[in-house]
């Protein structure tokens, strides 16, 4: 059978659904065929005024994004009351990203980062957790078929940590921030991540700083929740180190679980 890959880090959409606002957020961009899993990348044979003009392509597309991205703040903006859940799109860093591919829900969630324990940045990301909670609750009646993956900015376990002691009730580590991820393993969802055997001290981010890399002073805060239906195919998830490595590289590792369809 075929395998579809799922990251939690990255993650093309070529229609995306604004879960937080009804109606579909319409964005000028589309993502290029995808490659098989083994499949060499083209061979460039572009001029240098093609490869310009594919730049101010991408350019045009970036501004494109930001130009909804601002549109969906002014509605949000102009709304009043209501559920959280109903109305956010980007707040304080927060994102959503849904679509429904082939009967795959897929809800890639950016979790605001929370700054400190009893900061109001803190409060308000226990507010989003709640509100993003009786939101996946809908849609897990909705789509049996359900994949929740992206940045939580939240370790779930001591395991997770590569100093529990020195993180224990830090901002990511603490208990709240825990008990809403468990809440989300109650809903029915299971950590793709912890369905397989996986080496000590595995972990999906590390500082820039401090020489925390190298040292594997990590955490794993980006996670690939699964519905039953989807746990049931899933045969490998694996946080790729490797990526983490070389020029400039984000502070984040890509999460990746194998699911099979056949």
Wanted: hydrophobic share 40%; glycine share 6%; charged share 25%.
């Amino acid at each position: 059978g075929s395998r579809v890959m799922i990251s939690a880090t990255l993650f093309g959409l070529s229609h995306l659904d604004n879960p937080f606002l009804p109606g579909p957020a319409p964005v000028a961009y589309t993502h290029p065929p995808a490659r098989r899993l083994n499949e060499a990348p083209p061979a460039l044979k572009a001029s240098p005024g093609e490869v310009t003009s594919r730049i101010q392509q991408l350019i045009d597309g970036a501004k494109a994004l930001e130009r909804e991205l601002a549109r969906l703040k002014g509605k949000l903006a102009s709304s009043q009351g209501g559920d959280l859940a109903s109305q956010a799109v980007e707040v304080n860093g927060a994102q959503v990203l849904a679509a429904t591919i082939d009967g795959v829900r897929v809800i890639c969630l950016y979790v605001p980062n929370g700054q400190a324990v009893g900061s109001d940045k803190y409060r308000y990301k226990l507010d989003w957790l709640a509100a993003s909670t009786r939101y996946l609750r809908r849609e897990f009646e909705q789509h049996p078929q359900l994949a929740v993956i992206g940045d939580f900015n939240i370790a779930p376990e001591d395991r997770d940590v590569h100093d529990p002691d020195l993180w224990r009730g830090q901002i990511m580590c603490s208990d709240a921030e825990r008990a809403v991820f468990s809440a989300w393993i109650d809903l029915g969802l299971t950590d793709a991540f912890r369905l397989f055997d996986q080496p000590p001290k595995t972990f999906s981010w590390w500082d820039y700083r401090q020489l925390a890399f190298p040292k594997n002073h990590g955490l794993r805060i980006d996670h690939v929740l699964l519905s039953p239906a989807l746990a049931k195919v899933c045969t490998g998830c694996r946080i790729d180190r490797q990526a983490r490595k070389g020029e400039k590289p984000s502070d984040h590792a890509p999460v990746v679980a194998d699911l099979s369809s056949s």
